[in-house]
């Protein structure tokens, strides 16, 4: 019997399944089609997260944040610098503040390269600062779509947690 390689778990997909009020994965099946032991699998780092299933993931859970963090985890998106990276509300919107003064400059520099254009090697040096910039603007409205889709907002008690009592 071949031995199964553990990945490291999407932590991302228990938080969801808690903060959608499933306690445990018998009471996420109300939301997720599937069987226990299918939701725990991926839920462990047993089987990777495939596109369909952090769909219906996100979709059952009402957490659309799982598919940014899906899209960040995956190879396509690892590749591309994609990050999604859960900072406090109140630095995440002085960063867009601070971004938005800088964007200008940067729109304004990418107007001079594109004048004639071409970018040519003169140009090469300030044209990959420009892309640096904007991949972490990019970064940084991933940051507030995280935010604003966080489920962690809503404020409900674990179904099937009981009374305590």
Not at 15 to 31: F, P, Q, S
Request: hydrophobic content about 35%; aromatic content about 4%.
């Amino acid at each position: 019997m071949p031995a199964r390689v553990i990945k490291k778990a999407p932590e991302y997909l228990r938080k969801a399944r808690i903060e959608a009020g499933c306690a445990n994965r018998g009471t996420a099946t109300l939301k997720v089609p599937s069987s226990p032991e299918t939701i725990g699998r991926p839920e462990r780092g047993e089987v990777p997260v495939e596109p369909a299933d952090a769909i219906v993931y996100a979709k059952g859970y009402e957490s659309p944040d799982i598919l940014i963090r899906y899209c960040a985890d995956c190879p396509v998106g690892k590749k591309m610098g994609k990050a999604a990276t859960d900072r406090p509300l109140p630095y995440a919107t002085l960063r867009v503040r601070r971004m938005i003064g800088e964007a200008q400059q940067v729109a304004d520099q990418l107007e001079r390269i594109a004048f004639d254009g071409t970018i040519d090697d003169t140009e090469r040096e300030d044209f990959d600062s420009a892309l640096s910039f904007l991949r972490q603007l990019e970064e940084t409205i991933t940051d507030m779509i995280l935010l604003g889709s966080s489920t962690s907002t809503k404020k409900a008690a674990p179904v099937g947690a009981g009374s305590g009592r």
